[in-house]
């Protein structure tokens, strides 16, 4: 894959730039809601031309932090997921608003030793976003 293959513009022609770092912030703003506290470093990124990927870093709270320090990284990471997974709706949104194209999966992960979280969105394809429309998640 290259450079030429990655979304340049929304369909509301918004630069691809701003609208990763919008991403980035709203992303920040529900880990903050969640998790009680901001990451450090937060960084989205075109990964393929359907596929976004939010990296948070320093996004432990202190009792996980103390968990991982304990060498508990399984519970820190079975705790993350189950909150991250309960979320799921409130992450797609603004990554199908900024981007203009509904969201076909999303993933969550942690590496609790590194203090590193991740979210993969992978995009309906443009040219298929009429034909197969993201599934309404359940209530």
Not at 80 to 85: A, D, E, H, M, N
Not at 127 to 132: I, R
């Amino acid at each position: 894959m290259d450079a030429s293959e990655l979304p340049t513009k929304n369909a509301n022609g918004t630069h691809a730039a701003a609208i990763l770092n919008a991403i980035s912030s709203e992303i920040a703003g529900i880990y903050k809601d969640q998790f009680g506290r901001r990451s450090g470093k937060i960084s989205t990124s075109w990964v393929g031309p359907d596929m976004l990927l939010v990296a948070l870093n320093d996004t432990l709270t202190p009792a996980e932090r103390k968990l991982q320090q304990m060498g508990d990284d399984q519970r820190v990471r079975d705790l993350r997921i189950l909150v991250q997974g309960a979320g799921t709706g409130a992450l797609c949104e603004p990554v199908e608003r900024l981007t203009g194209r509904k969201v076909r999966a999303s993933m969550s992960g942690i590496d609790a030793k590194a203090d590193l979280a991740t979210e993969l969105f992978i995009l309906v394809p443009a040219h298929l976003a009429e034909v197969h429309p993201r599934p309404a998640l359940p209530e």
